[in-house]
């Protein structure tokens, strides 16, 4: 663990805020009438394309876990249709999740399937690409000490943090200020992007902090 | 001296109950007026200016009408009248107020919006205190200057029929009464009979000259099916046909007398859509009043929609009309329409009149409330500024006591040291009893009597000083003996604090985060999503616990049995698949091979894994059942959709099948007897709602006779009492014998199961289905999270709080009055009796925190582990309980200029008052159980 290292993470990780900043102010130049808060729906869209697009094209090219000893195409096609079908299936767990966190049921069907989707690509998309659709990997990074790389650190930093943030900008909907972000599922959209850049910028200077400290078994 | 902590935590709270109370007397003072109220009748009316044309007319004018009748409709809100409801079912009414000779406006009445209070209102024109809706219950003599008292003082002759709070508000006033008691909500028919059957023989004689009538059924009827419901347009074409006697009476009787008559149509208080009183929404402030009278112009054509005024303008209005002085302490202005018809001259008489009588109440109360003159006058308890606040210090002291002896009490040995003796007879103490004292004599010689403690007696005061001098003397000292400890740990020892694991960080977190989050209106009102937000992130944290649990169990032997840990994990996602789309759980092969790992079999497994997911099911089923709060109040939920009368046969069913439900979870740890009683007392509940026409028997196709209930009801309230009676004798047997566990075991389910006895018949049968889930949570939770999970008894204690709290709003309670269920306290009750009716309604609103408090207590005595987990678990409850409440009561304090202190902030500060008189209660309980434990 080098310096080095932690400077690439740096770099990826503001080329994802980049991302996310860039589907902000790119599409006002295309679409009329665009913004955050209006047509909040296209900008999930949009969000969570980018940011799942920043994140395969920075793992191809950053690889920063020792490529596969396997390497066949219909090897590779089988992971990358796994890699879809697990994303999807986060996508329905997360809805199922807000349902049973109050969630209406059947009306804004597709603002809460939308959350669950840009809430998937902070979380399971970095998963995905990292440690690939191997449920076992996952769990053994999300326990105690389990971590074995700054790459899977600071996966578990953003990661927690989209989580929290989600779990905060759901506070403000029972208040009465009658603010346009308020509305279901804004607040905790934001929160949830918020909670994503926190962590993001939190996690190289935390990793670079506790340098020292931090020993991982492999490396 | 030392103390078990859990009898230590017992001893506080009661203290604390104490200091509440004593802070809500200060809080909620009975509202105090003008003192020149003899002076005041005896001088003279207030001579008319002497500008313009020489007058000496002194005297007060005539009076404009001959009688007057006053029929206050309960209830009536002004849609009723001026709506389609009033079109369709109100026919005379609606002429009167289109075409005949009336005015017509919309009253708006102020907090609370109660009968009583409502009453006094509109009888003196002032503004009632908030805490009258406590006194609704207890009303005694109406002392202050009223209409009623100024009538009786000018010789009028006053009879009245209805409600009996006007009988105990004008003991002395009526020369003829009949009072029908008004608490008998599932009653709605003979409440107005007995009004109306006075009607004919009243009218004919005339020797009267005011007439009140006061009609409940309206009101019952929205207490007990809501304001959409067949029934309240059967009430009101039977108060139209009622208005139109008294008007045609009335009219004949002056065509031989030739002076005009006054008829009044008013309502007290509005109706929620939940048909409910007590809060602030428009529905329940906005009533009916329509002013008839034969001296008022007819307005043909005239479509205007009626006035909005005050309710209090009644008063001032009623006074000139009878020709009586207008009531010292009222606010109103007169109603000019009515007296429109007058010479201008006497019109503006009138108005001088009232305008005297306002600005000498002005003058009598804004020099001592500077403050409270801006607000809308009820706020009376913020003059003087030391007084009623230091009752709060004593719940703060109580939470700091109980805070910093933490450490000791959740020792192995559940023991404390209460340094009690050494303080009371230190220096402190004496110095702090002479400081308090000094101030107190200081204060109440001096300032012109506004201090509150000089409204309580010497003794209490002095018993008050005593308390909270010692409580801070024992703070001071367990603060010096945490310190020394402190230093000395630190010094010495270097052994590492045990880590927190996630659920306690969650707990710790979610603990503080309710209560900071009780300093804003909006998260009071929607209290209940904070508290199905906190069970579900509960649950969640559970499942993590749990998944991670079985993963770490995987990680110790991966050598060993390597395919065993990749099969597990793809168990585990598999069932993480499954979830998303349903719960069910069909356990395949797989289980088989996990059964080395863990020393539950496959199943059970399989169920620990499940758990948490249909806890998160059943919590959000319930949370569709009863919409509450206010911003999503008026969403569609099940619970209407059940009530409603065209589906009366699914309610049955459910009703049903919740009751069997039941009697499957309760009987399991029963002794025979109690599950034959348990049984049939079901089966009596299910007759009782039979009988009251809630549900249907298969046999029985249409409800025909409806009676009160009261003979099945007391049927179930005897077995109710036996199974409480056969635990009881269990628990003294176990006390007594000391043979072992068993028997207290089920001496305390037994308790418990009458409860939920007595709980399944107060609940309204579309809340049965609350009940099953909270049986079906706790089996849960007992048998595959804490058992296998080996929680400890904090945790359990909190847990059991959090689920208590949140099935107290699941079952529809809110942080509002309106929302409290009276009819539970008249089942099986003939009339009103005070005693019965407050605790059965209390234990309807609370049933959800004592069920699973005193589920807490029969499940930790039955986990025979360790001796003091019952105390432990009795400290934190008392500790857990009385965090908010201090905190809220200072919060409260510190917001009492808020714009919402009467409307959000008052009713919850009453809630959290009873809250912590049922822990207090709770606690004692948890002791009596601990001290049978630690003898046997």
Redesign the interface.
Known sequence: MKDTDIKRLLYTHLLCIFSIILSICIPSFFLENFSILETHLTWLCICSVSVTAVNLVLYLIVKPNASSKRSSISYKVTRFLKCCIYFLMSCFFFHVIFVLYGAPLIELVLETFLFAVILSTFTTVPCLCLLGPNIKAWLRVFSRNGVTSIWENSLQITTISSFIGTWLGAFPIPLDWERPWQVWPISCTLGATFGYVAGLVISPLWIYWNRKQLTYKNN | MRLGSGAFAACCVVIEVLGVALFLRGFFPAPVRSSSRAEQRAEPAAPEPSAGASSNWTKLPPPLFKKVVIMLIDGLRDDFVFGSKGVKFMPYTTYLVEKGASHSFVAEAKLPTVTMPRIKALMTGSLPGFIDVVRNLNSPELLEDNVITQAKAAGKRIIFYGDETWVKLFPKHFVEYDGTTSFFVSDYTEVDDNVTRHLDKVLKRGDWDVLILHYLGLDHIGHVSGPSSPLIGHKLREMDSILMKIHTSLLSEERETLVPNLLVLCGDHGMSETGGHGASSMEELNTALILISSAFERKPGDIRRPKHVQQTDLAATLAIGLGLPIPGNSVGSLLFPTVEGRPVREQLRFLHLNAVQLSKLLQENVPSYEKAGTRSGDGLFLNGSLPAHTAAVFPSQVLSLLLLSIPEALSNKAELEVPLWSPVFSLLFYLTLLVLSALHVIVCTSAESSCYFCGLSWLTAGGVMVLVSALLCAVVSALAKTFGDGKFLSKNSAHPKPRWSELDVLILLGTMGHVLSLG????I??EH??W??LI??LC?ALCHEI??NC??RDDSEPQQCPHV??EF??T??AL??R??GCDTLEPHGVSRSLTSLDTLRGYEKWMVLASPWVI??C??LL??LNQT?V?WAHRPDLGHWLTSSDHKAELSVLTALSLIVIFALVQRKCSLTSKVALALGLLGVYCYRAAIGNVLFPWQQDSKDISKGVIEARFVHVFVLGILFTGTKDLLKSQVIATDVTIKTVGLWEIYSGLVLLAALLFRPHNLPVLVFSLLIQTIMTKFIWKPLRHDAAEITIMHYWFGQAFFYFQGNSNNIATVDISAGFVGLDTYIEVPAVFLTAFATFAGPVLWASHLVSFLSSETSSGSALSHACFCYALICSFPVSAYIILVTSLRYHLFIWSVFSPKLLYEGMHILITAAICVFFTAMDQTNTKS
């Open positions: 804003a209106s909006s998260f009102e929607e999503q904070t199905y937000f579900n992130t969640l998944y991670r993963l770490l840990e990749e994990i793809r585990a996602a993480q698949d979830s998303t998160l099911t919590c959000r949370r569709s709060g911003q």
